[in-house]
Nanobody, 127 residues
């Protein structure tokens, strides 16, 4: 079964950093567009970052641009989200998702585009 497993979440102080990992169960997912989403209680799930299969195209939400960086290492079947200068409003459960096909991260903030989802990892930013 195709699975994505997130890890790396935790508790961090404002201004701190975390690096999330998304392990892909099948190498075939290396050919898919991957995105990170996040969801806080009572709020809608929002797209955070997107990366194409070879990593040549990336996109980040305005709220995280300049602070977060998405990358992937297809040899390790892993996608990463480096998060720097974290803010309390970044607190959420973070999910990685794989699209059923490859696309160039246009309109990436649409959950219906993604066929496979991880279970999420919690990120809490607090003093």
């Amino acid at each position: 079964q195709l699975q994505l497993v997130e890890s790396g979440g935790g508790l961090v102080q404002p201004g701190g950093s975390l690096k999330l990992s998304c392990a892909l169960s099948e190498f075939t997912l290396n050919f898919n567009t991957i995105a990170w989403f996040r969801q806080a209680p009572g709020k809608e799930r929002e797209g955070v970052s997107c990366i194409t299969s070879a990593g040549r195209v990336t996109k980040h939400a305005d709220s995280v641009k300049g602070r977060f960086t998405i990358s992937r290492d297809n040899a390790k079947n892993t996608v990463y989200l480096q998060m720097n200068n974290l803010k309390p409003e970044d607190t959420a459960t973070y999910y990685c998702a794989a699209a059923g096909t490859a696309f160039y991260c246009s309109d990436y903030d649409l959950p219906d585009k993604y066929s496979y989802w991880g279970q999420g990892t919690q990120v809490t930013v607090s003093s």
